[in-house]
């Protein structure tokens, strides 16, 4: 029904910065909240960031806010996440994941989101 792709992950120095993106395909993309999670090697997944399906309302993670910006181009059906003055403890597989009742709020919450994508490696370097 839908399908997630991620991309842009890799391997930067502390400090630097990074944009990794969300192309969706299926239903219609531009009425649903979307959501970034991540997930360390021996750690849970945990909430980075959120947007509501205008974009106009955001959520983060008290970890990353200030340093991390989520936004979507829905003409593109793609979201993004831009990571800057990024640490070590940054790394892990980022997940885009499609909120299950296109809400224009945004949710921390890990149950609410209904399909994920593959996932893409960032690995910051100290």
């Known amino acids: 029904q839908v399908q997630l792709v991620e991309s842009g992950g890799g391997l930067v120095q502390a400090g630097g910065s990074l944009r990794v993106s969300c192309a969706a395909s299926g239903r219609t993309f531009s009425m649903y909240a979307m959501g970034w999670f991540r997930q360390a090697p021996g750690k849970e997944r945990e909430f980075v960031a959120a947007?509501?399906?205008?974009?106009?309302?955001?959520y983060y993670a008290d970890s990353v806010k200030g340093r991390f910006t989520i936004s979507r181009d829905n003409a593109k059906n793609t979201v993004y996440l831009q990571m800057n003055s990024l640490k070590p403890e940054d790394t892990a597989v980022y997940y885009c994941?499609?909120?299950?009742?296109?809400?224009?709020?945004?949710?921390?919450?890990?149950?609410?989101?209904?399909?994920w994508g593959q996932g893409t490696q960032v690995t910051v370097a100290s």
């Open positions: 947007i509501s399906w205008s974009g106009g309302n955001t």
């Open positions: 994941a499609k909120h299950n009742d296109g809400s224009i709020w945004p949710s921390p919450r890990v149950y609410e989101y209904d399909y």
